[in-house]
């Protein structure tokens, strides 16, 4: 009979299967005389590689795999799948076990040529339909052989059979492309030639690096900002490397700024706006994408320190811009310079020292996209262009990039009132209002933060000293939290100058009421002149207690002052009693009332202090006898003791504004 047939291969073979276990020697005879019979068989072929296989043959097997593998590629998908893995496992996988069976499979795969260990791990990236096991599968071949992947030019050929693979930015698949393959491909091909599929994979890595949070930066504290620069030099090293390919002259733009200076973000702005000055060297294109890759880096690490969550302080701290307002001094030289702009950060405890560099981002973001905005049509219509290719970022609706977006003509002044609708934060909104000479507006807004701290935390104002201890460690904690700071302007009342001032305010009880009576005394004070009745100059003078002392404070007061001696008179009954405790303030109408009783009435103290000793009658200073001005002068005394350091001042104002809300938006109606 022919010994060739199916028949006769079938009983080789199985003669070999039953002397395995017994005989090795005799298995391999069976299974040499069948090849030498049908020599270009395949089964027997495989059969040999499996012998050697269940024998522990790792060089054997290597052996006939290598035969197997010139003579029968296209059957071999099952084998080469699973040496294929086992090198994946061993070198992808570190925390997985490994079986005995894919330890021997190492060991027949190290046995193998490099040529043919390049072509097993590129057969199997090729087959797999998990484009996650294919980019491990590449990454691979760069590590392993890094001199052959360079040497054959095919680095390129590893990045781009990837490209077709859509997957979601948040995909293991991405951070494996993004993190380890196309910066290992980079590096390793020096000679990529130039192709507009480049510009796929730079989208790619850079939409990867604005949406996906680094899991290494979650409750990180004091390393935060040196892992986020860290993390970032990555992506700016690939913009470097694929300008080089594609013959950028700017390129490589990131190296060169971080080697010519502290490598900040802001030196890495001056360095790019040095580039603007002389954009006709450069191509758009160019100028786009490395002004698009700074900006969102800062963008996205203010967003990240606004809601910084730290460990040490059990969660995260919101940070809110803001703009904080001064009073215009009455006489001020005329000047065509703008203000001068600063823009501080809340010292609040529960803010991290970490996210006082928030400062430094943000500001260093708004400029990046003035000199985007402010550079002709073509630089900005290709950063929109850029930043909408890439899809996962939703840029018309990405929260990070929209907040940014009206914080930044906040602080600009290019707002409008469609910006309203937009903003959440009734503390911006305040902001906002205010700075459009909203007054009424801005004063609802800045009671309903009043309102709403009272829905979180109760209507326990707790007025003593030891309820309700400020955000702010140390003796000066009023001094921190004061918006009118004489640190702002200089210790000298003659030196004070406007300041355009923005603050990143924090969600610190303490703080929301300074800020609110911030914009309240603003709005209060512009509509002085107009107001309607004296309680609108009351509520004032009671709100100004937060800021006192300061220079700006003192305008204010001079202002008041000024006011009631216009007017002759100035009724704060009942209030003044209940909330007029500041001993400068008591002693200026003790003043007024000795020394200008014939020209100012004041009534401030009502016939309920008769329940005191005091007397019954009203206490008024316009031709009355001297009874009623010695009992005047004992209602100040008694209310000079109520400031003995038991009554702490912000849980006043805050009991303050929660009462008289309704009257003080009375006061903004417009005559």
Known sequence: MPFCNADAINYFVEKARDCSTTNSYEARAWLLTASSIAPTNFQIQLEAYALEKRLGNAVGAANHFISLFSKFLNCLDEEIAELGNSVRNHHMNKGTKETPEQLFLLQVFSALPKDIQMEVLMQRSEHTAIIYEKCQFMLLLVKLYPDTVDAKGVGADLLYNVLGCESDVFSTFRNLLVVELVPAVLQLSKNLAPSKRLITLLNQCIEYYTIVPDPLLVGRSEDFIELTAKRWDGLFGI??????????????????ATQNSSGTAESMYHSLSLAFQHKSHYSTNELAYVSVVLFLRCLVTADQLASYSSSNFGGPSKLTLVEVFYPQPRCQPSSDLPAPIVTTVSQNYSVSSVQASINSYFITAVKLWQIITFNGNRIEREVRTILLSMKSLH????????????????YTGQYNSSDIPLIENPLKLASLLCSMSNFKGAAAAALNAIETIGQREGTNFGENSENGKSGLAGSADREDLSFFNYQMHGKDKRDYSVQKRFHFISEDRFEIIYYAANILIRCLHETLDSAID???????????QLEWPSHAAEMVMDHIMADIRKRGSFCYFPNFA???????????FMFLANQESKTVALELFGPGIAASGIGSRRMATRGVDKGAKNDFKHAMKRQMVRNDGSIRIENMIHKFLSLHAADILRCLDVQ
């Open 395 to 410: 840029l018309e609706t990405w929260p990070a990039f929209q907040k940014f977006l009206i914080d930044f003509r906040i």
């Open 578 to 588: 209940d909330f007029v405790i500041e001993p400068d303030f008591l002693e200026t």
């Open 534 to 544: 004296e309680y609108c100059t009351g509520h004032l003078l009671t709100l100004l």
């Open 239 to 256: 913009v470097d490397q694929i300008g080089i390919i594609l013959s950028w002259k700017i390129s490589p733009f990131f190296s060169i």
